[in-house]
C-alpha cells in the first residue's frame, strides 16, 4: 500500500523545514543546527493534534506495517490494530493523492465488515472542517465513498439519534462541501434503506447554489420514487421540473416515471400540472416523463 516516501513527508516536514532554513539567512553551522533541531521539536508537538493522537513513532510504525501489503491485508491490519485505523486519517489529510485514495477505499472497505470499527469522532473531524483547498478536493472527489461510509454510519445508529444529528450538522452548515457529503449519504440510504432519508434535508438540497449539488438531492428522490414513493411529494417534483439546469430537470423526467409505476394516480397529477403550467421546460419534463413511461408499458 505504502510507497517508499519518508512517513514524515506525509506531514509536508520538508516543506515546514526548508521555510524554516530559507528564514534563517546566512548563519553559523552550530546555529543551524540548533535552529533545525528545535524546528523538529516544535513540529512534533505541533502536529500531535494533526495525528489523532498518534506519536510521530507510532504513525511511522503505523505505516511501515502497511508497506508492500495487499488492499485486502491493509484492511485486515487496519481493522486489528487501532493506531494503523487512526493512521488512515492521518493519510487522508496527507499531500499525497495515492496515500489519500488508498486511505478511503480501505475506510470504505472497513466501513463495509464492520462500520463500528470507524472511529465516529474522527470521521467528523474529517467531513466537518474547516477544510484547507486541498482536503476540500479530496473530500469532493471522494464524496461518493465518503457517503457511503456515512451512509453506513446512520444504519449502524439503532437509536437513530447520533447519526440523524451527524448528517443534519452536514446538510444544514451552509457549506458546499459539507452538503455534498450528506447528499452522497442519502445517496446511498435511498437504495438500501430509503426509509433512513430525511426529506426534508435533501429539499434544502434542491436549493443549493452548487448545480451538483441540486442535481445529487434530485437524483435521491428519483431513488425514493422507486425505492420509497410515498415519501416523494408532487411539490417536490414540480419543483425540480423547475430547476435551471437540463441535468435536474431530465432527473426529474425520470423520477416521474419512476412513481407512475408505483401511483400512477400521484404522478399524472404532476403530468398535468407541469403541461398546464405555461412554462416550456416544465413541459419538456412532462413529456420526457411521458416518453419513458411509454417505453415501460411496452
Do not use: C
Amino acid at each position: 500500500m505504502m510507497g517508499e516516501e519518508n512517513p514524515r513527508q506525509l506531514l509536508d516536514f520538508d516543506n515546514y523545514l526548508l521555510r524554516v532554513i530559507e528564514g534563517l539567512g546566512p548563519v553559523e553551522p552550530q546555529t543551524l543546527s540548533e535552529r533545525v533541531g528545535d524546528a523538529i521539536r516544535e513540529w512534533s508537538e505541533s502536529q500531535r493534534e494533526d495525528l489523532y493522537g498518534l506519536s510521530p513513532e507510532e504513525l511511522r510504525d503505523s505505516l511501515i506495517k502497511l508497506e508492500d501489503l495487499s488492499f485486502r491485508d491493509g484492511v485486515r491490519v487496519a481493522l486489528e490494530d487501532p493506531h494503523v485505523m487512526k493512521s488512515m486519517f492521518v493519510l487522508l489529510k496527507s499531500g499525497n493523492i495515492d496515500y489519500r485514495k488508498g486511505a478511503i477505499f480501505t475506510l470504505e472497505e472497513i466501513a463495509k465488515r464492520d462500520i463500528r470499527a470507524v472511529d465516529r469522532d474522527l470521521l467528523h473531524d474529517i467531513v466537518t472542517g474547516p477544510f484547507t483547498q486541498e482536503e476540500r478536493i479530496m473530500l469532493i472527489e471522494n464524496s461518493t465513498e465518503f457517503g457511503r461510509v456515512l451512509g453506513r454510519m446512520i444504519l449502524e445508529d439503532e437509536t437513530r439519534d447520533a447519526g440523524d444529528r451527524f448528517i443534519r450538522e452536514l446538510s444544514t452548515s451552509g457549506e458546499d462541501t459539507q452538503l455534498r457529503l450528506a447528499l452522497k449519504a442519502f445517496t446511498h440510504l435511498s437504495k438500501v434503506a430509503p426509509e433512513r432519508v430525511q426529506v426534508p434535508l435533501v429539499v434544502e438540497g434542491l436549493g443549493s447554489g452548487n448545480d451538483f449539488n441540486r442535481e445529487t438531492a434530485a437524483r435521491v428522490i428519483q431513488n425514493l420514487a422507486k425505492n420509497a414513493p410515498q415519501k416523494v411529494t408532487s411539490d417536490v417534483l414540480v419543483r425540480m421540473a423547475a430547476d435551471t439546469t437540463w441535468s435536474v430537470r431530465q432527473v426529474t423526467s425520470n423520477a416521474i416515471a419512476n412513481l407512475w409505476r408505483h401511483d400512477r394516480e400521484a404522478a399524472e397529477n404532476v403530468l398535468v400540472q407541469l403541461e398546464s403550467s405555461g412554462n416550456d421546460e416544465q413541459k419538456k419534463v412532462a413529456e420526457g416523463a411521458r416518453k419513458i413511461i411509454d417505453k415501460k408499458r411496452r
